[in-house]
């Protein structure tokens, strides 16, 4: 097995292309440039101009924005088989932060590099242009979420959609999945106070949906979970290659 | 003058790329199957598969999402030059609708026009997935938006940066632009009610700063709007073509 076919970006584009062995070895190529950053420190600046993007190995990195009062938004987290700021490496300046969660392991992929990806195979910058629009579905329903849905439906929904991205790159199922976010984290994305988001765990741990205790979250009630937060997973798109 | 040289998408696009001649016959490929859209009534709905793409040459288009409850999110306006429903032909099933504001004039693209479009010249996909990339940028500064900032600073950004957008393609400036929408469609852009909107549009005339009147949006004061903001362009990424 070579290293791009234990990739978890080979898994995840698999969902949406049938990969030949060309674009197989395109991908080995592009993850030449094997690197491990540190939990906590920023691996890019919002406002950095002409860094690199990466493509996630293992580990959690979190994405966000600073305001000017100094607050910070959470914009999302990526997690195995995702790309880091592929749009830094085609915008000019980076729109927003990335700080790895725990210890990471990253390929870093230059612009050079994606040009001659696409120039060898344009169905792989299909399959990134599929990956691209995935990720903005999913700031989409992050958007919505903020404007329509009340805590717990929103707690529920999110943890779902991490439970079916992990699922994908094969790390987590319908009964669970390990996570090493804090309250803080899930404060920072969904808009809450630490203290409201332990109120909402609480209430779902209690209602029989889930538990998130130790770095683990286990679903208890997927049915009544999806249920509650009107979770339609169509907008994942990872049902299977479209692109044969 | 072909008529792609004539297109908002290619004077956009070649703020990221020099187009080269065979870019932009491909473009023009790309623009052959024309369709005229009346007002009002859905484009593509959400739910939709199989869908086509469109690269919208004339008028303005509301994308939003319906919610269980039957209150729609806008989640952003299309204006020329934009791809409407990239994602949707990517993704299985669209996870938005779309709805002209005015009478708009549109081109179709297949997934199969785009797939053979990528083949014949990939600086024209790495183009491409700048504009996506673009286009999500904008959806995390309304999700910031959204979350962070207060009616008139969300209002005010709003309106920039639809002026810099509309300035891209040539139909807009720092003094002004004309603007379809209705305060209905503010105030399901922005989280507000109507009445709302009303004010705020009101404080921000009174302040000197800007004038939403008769379908045309009259910038005053374009630094102290900036200012009032808080508006930092950098995430439009339009400063001049950055792969030569």
């Not at 690197?35 to 990466?54: C, E, I, L, W």
């Not at 209430?203 to 029989?208: I, K, T, Y």
Request: proline share 3%.
């Amino acid at each position: 097995m070579t290293s791009a076919e234990r990739s978890p970006l080979i898994r995840k584009l698999s969902a949406f292309v049938g990969l030949s062995k060309v674009e197989l070895a395109v991908l080995e190529q592009l993850h030449q440039r094997r690197r491990t950053f540190a939990a906590g420190k920023d691996m890019v600046h919002q406002g950095q101009s002409d860094q690199a993007a990466y493509i996630l190995s293992s580990g959690w990195v979190c994405s966000y924005k600073l305001q000017p009062d100094g607050t910070r938004q959470i914009v999302d987290f990526q997690v195995p088989g995702d790309f880091l700021g592929l749009r830094s490496v085609l915008l000019r300046t980076s729109d927003h932060s990335f700080e790895p969660i725990v210890t990471i392991e990253a390929a870093e992929v230059l612009k050079s590099d994606l040009l001659a990806a696409f120039a060898q195979t344009p169905r792989l910058a299909t399959a990134i242009l599929w990956a691209a629009s995935r990720d903005e579905a999913m700031v989409v329903e992050h958007l919505v979420g903020l404007g329509r849905r009340d805590a717990e439906a929103r707690m529920a929904h999110f943890l779902l959609e991490l439970g079916s991205r992990l699922a994908l790159v094969g790390i987590g199922s319908r009964e669970g999945y390990d996570c090493p976010l804090t309250q803080y984290h899930l404060a920072d994305t969904l808009g809450l106070s630490a203290i409201h988001v332990n109120r909402v765990l609480r209430q779902l741990r209690e209602a029989g949906l889930l538990t998130f205790r130790d770095g683990h979250v286990s679903i208890h009630d997927y049915a009544r979970l999806v249920e509650l937060a009107e979770f339609d997973p169509a907008y994942l798109d990872q049902t299977g290659p479209l692109l044969k």
